[in-house]
T-cell receptor
Framework: ETGVTQTPRHLVMGMTNKKSLKCEQH?????MYWYKQSAKKPLELMFV???????ENNSVPSRFSPECPNSSHLFLHLHTLQPEDSALYLC?????????????FGSGTQLSVL | LAKTTQPISMDSYEGQEVNITCSHN???????ITWYQQFPSQGPRFIIQGYKTKVTNEVASLFIPADRKSSTLSLPRVSLSDTAVYYCRLESTGNQFYFGTGTSLTVIP
């Protein structure tokens, strides 16, 4: 148990659906992250939030919309996804988002887009 | 972004010591070296971090030579459950969130 909980663990959605991924951390951290990991590929950083403000956005398509209502919760809203968006979506947190901090990851949401 | 190079894959028999070397020729003075472990369908997990010389914890050892242009993660007496992808990362401002391709370690019975 890492202290970072992601729901759901698995999600299957059609291209016209709207769904949301949820992440919650119980570590008192101020920085949270979304990563995407496609099969047999490295982790791709999507978004970084620090104190509920987005500080990094790696040219992610607008069909992915993050939301950070407070420092403990992070959402990824999904709409009109494509089959190539099928991947493992990982949430992570760290104390302040600074160099040298450990990243604590959740177990991820395995997303399949049909 | 600071770049690291590590073998794509390695095999080892159970009970052996495994050493995974990561090259980082352009490491900066303030960079930390951090290793993570990832099992299939799970998020990466922090293993060890160092700056120079040798660091040891209950899971692994990290050897860093004086020039810091490489580092070696050492896993003592691996078991089947150590089969995972191991990521070497350089932690520096602007680069603290990124992961490379990692080394896929397979432990064979």
């Amino acid at each position: 148990e890492t202290g970072v909980t992601q729901t759901p663990r698995h999600l299957v959605m059609g291209m016209t659906n709207k769904k949301s991924l949820k992440c919650e951390q119980h570590l008192g951290h101020n920085a949270m992250y979304w990563y995407k990991q496609s099969a047999k590929k490295p982790l791709e950083l999507m978004f970084v939030y620090s104190l509920e403000e987005r500080v990094e956005n790696n040219s992610v398509p607008s069909r992915f919309s993050p939301e950070c209502p407070n420092s403990s919760h992070l959402f990824l809203h999904l709409h009109t996804l494509q089959p190539e968006d099928s991947a493992l979506y990982l949430c992570a947190s760290s104390p302040e988002g600074q160099v040298g901090e450990k990243l604590f990851f959740g177990s991820g949401t395995q997303l399949s887009v049909l | 972004l600071a770049k690291t190079t590590q073998p794509i894959s390695m095999d080892s028999y159970e009970g052996q010591e495994v050493n995974i070397t990561c090259s980082h020729n352009n490491i900066a003075t303030n960079d930390y070296i951090t290793w993570y472990q990832q099992f299939p369908s799970q998020g990466p997990r922090f293993i060890i971090q160092g700056y120079k010389t040798k660091v040891t914890n209950e899971v692994a050892s990290l050897f860093i030579p004086a020039d810091r242009k490489s580092s070696t993660l050492s896993l003592p007496r691996v078991s089947l459950s150590d089969t995972a992808v191991y990521y070497c990362r350089l932690e520096s401002t602007g680069n603290q969130f990124y992961f490379g391709t990692g080394t896929s370690l397979t432990v064979i019975p």
